[in-house]
């Protein structure tokens, strides 16, 4: 890790003087429809610490949307990716083949759930690992039905747009999207009609008989979802959902494809989510996590299904970039050096330890309707107090206020009403704590 002090320091107001000069030639020169959250401009970053070109230091509730779980500078991956640059930086590995990206394919059938035979391919952004399994799947399977999920979110291409649940900002505007792609319910157990213990069993079953009768289910090629829905409100699927898919999957021959890019990786305290229930996909994606900031990502599963597709089917100029699998294995070294799985779930304990005794002094709970999620993946749902109408408002109100005091949170959901926590696996238990405070203090300003 480079050598940035784990300690917040807030110098100036956020965004300071040098960030504010910077967002000006940024509006000038890039495009609108790229936003940020917050527009401080990053000179380093490590640990549980962004430090902005002001020189504050910001704790990192975010790690890049879950993509720094062994943080910004890792060392292992530092020194892989380096030395792998001053070897060579690229050759196409349809051109000519090198052995990171063979590593990174068996660390992968090691380390996904199931003891099948697995293979992968592997790209560069998680939209085009999702993409490549729909390929894979139909290919496989031939068949072209894609079955989504309320709530989901699988990427910002033409195909992965059509695969995202929520219109505004990804979809608006940016159609027509591709075909054959049907949306099912999801146990949303918060916001579930009767209540999170009946979720499972009857979104389950909602969604399988929408399946069979609308689309047809030997029309469909996969299954696809994430294990716990990210964008769309950090949503655990009420226990029983996911095997009970994955079983009708198996049933009616269709590929079940678990979208694990922001779950994956010790995220939520577990290589990946979906073992959780004992669930084995046919396929999962892979991406943010896996290396430690570099791009890459992936899709690994059975051997027979990867196969499926010809030869020069699959593929790209980038896709598993020598740098970029270099940095994964340095990730993967280090998640298992530090027990990172360990780490997300006592990150799991101290948070919702907290963040449970925050509502209890609110009356009724206050804004705070629900705190879920698992690992290092968790987040507060909020409402108007007593009710459980959103409340992108306070939401709104309560990053800004963490962000003026030098705490990074982001937020997400279909209804923009929840604050999601995912920092650095590595962060310190002391920034991890002092985050906590600041978010407390934060409820003080609505
Ligand atoms: N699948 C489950 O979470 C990326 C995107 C944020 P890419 N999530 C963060 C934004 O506003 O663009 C994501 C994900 C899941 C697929 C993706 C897509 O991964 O690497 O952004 O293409």
Redesign the pocket.
């Known amino acids: 890790m480079s050598d940035i002090p784990q300690e917040r320091r807030v110098l100036t107001a956020i965004p300071g003087p040098k960030s504010v000069e910077l967002q000006a030639r940024r509006t000038a020169a890039v495009a609108a429809g790229v936003g940020s959250t917050l527009p401080v401009f990053t000179a380093r970053a490590g640990g549980g610490i962004i430090e902005d070109v002001d020189g504050n230091r910001l704790i990192d509730f975010g790690s890049g949307?879950?993509v720094t779980s062994v943080g910004a500078s890792a060392e292992a991956v530092v020194r892989r990716a380096s030395a792998q640059l001053a070897d060579f930086t690229h050759t196409c590995f349809m051109v000519t083949p090198y052995e990171g990206y063979v590593e990174v394919c068996e660390r992968l059938a090691e380390l996904t759930p199931g003891d099948h035979a697995k293979k992968s391919a592997l790209f560069n952004?998680?939209?085009?690992?999702?993409e490549n399994a729909v390929k894979i799947a139909r290919a496989y399977t031939k068949r072209t039905a894609v079955v989504v999920f309320d709530h989901g979110?699988?990427?910002?291409?033409n195909l992965?747009m059509a695969l995202t649940a929520k219109n505004m900002?990804?979809k608006q505007g940016f159609g027509p999207f591709a075909p054959e792609v049907y949306r099912v319910p999801v146990a949303y157990g918060y916001r579930w009609p009767t209540g999170p213990e009946n979720a499972g069993a009857e979104a389950s079953a909602q969604a399988i008989d929408e399946i069979t009768k609308q689309i047809g289910a030997q029309n469909v090629a996969a299954i696809i979802i994430?294990p716990v829905?990210?964008?769309g409100g950090f949503i655990e699927p009420a226990k029983g959902f996911l095997p009970e898919i994955a079983r009708f999957a198996k049933d009616n021959g269709i590929v079940f494809v678990a979208?694990?890019?922001?779950?994956g990786f010790c995220r939520t305290g577990q290589w990946f989510a979906c073992e959780d229930e004992g669930i084995v996909p046919d396929l999962i994606?892979t991406?943010?996590g896996i290396a430690g900031g570099l791009?890459l990502?992936a899709v690994t599963g059975r051997a027979e299904i990867m196969d499926a597709a010809h030869s020069g089917g699959l593929g790209g100029t980038y896709g598993g970039n020598p740098v970029a699998c270099a940095g994964a294995l340095g990730a993967i070294e280090t998640m298992i050096e530090l027990d990172l799985n360990g780490r997300a779930r006592r990150v799991e304990e101290v948070m919702k330890g907290r963040l449970g005794e925050m509502r209890a002094k609110l009356p009724n709970g206050g804004v705070i309707g629900d705190i879920r999620g698992r690992g290092a993946m968790i987040a507060i749902e909020l409402v108007k107090s007593g009710t459980k109408e959103p409340d992108a408002a306070a939401t709104a109100a309560l990053a800004k206020a963490c962000h003026a005091e030098g705490l990074l949170v982001l937020t997400c959901g279909t209804y923009g009403n929840v604050l999601r926590f995912l920092p650095p696996l590595v962060i310190g238990e002391d920034l991890l704590n002092e985050g906590l405070d600041i978010l407390e203090q934060a409820f003080a300003t609505l």
């Not at 952004?125 to 999702?130: D, F, P, Q």
């Not at 979110?153 to 291409?157: A, K, L, M, V």
């Not at 979208?259 to 779950?263: G, L, P, T, V, W």
């Open positions: 949307i879950a952004s998680g939209a085009e690992a999702v979110y699988h990427g910002r291409t992965t900002p990804y994430e829905l990210g964008e979208d694990e890019i922001q779950s994606t991406a943010k791009p990502s």
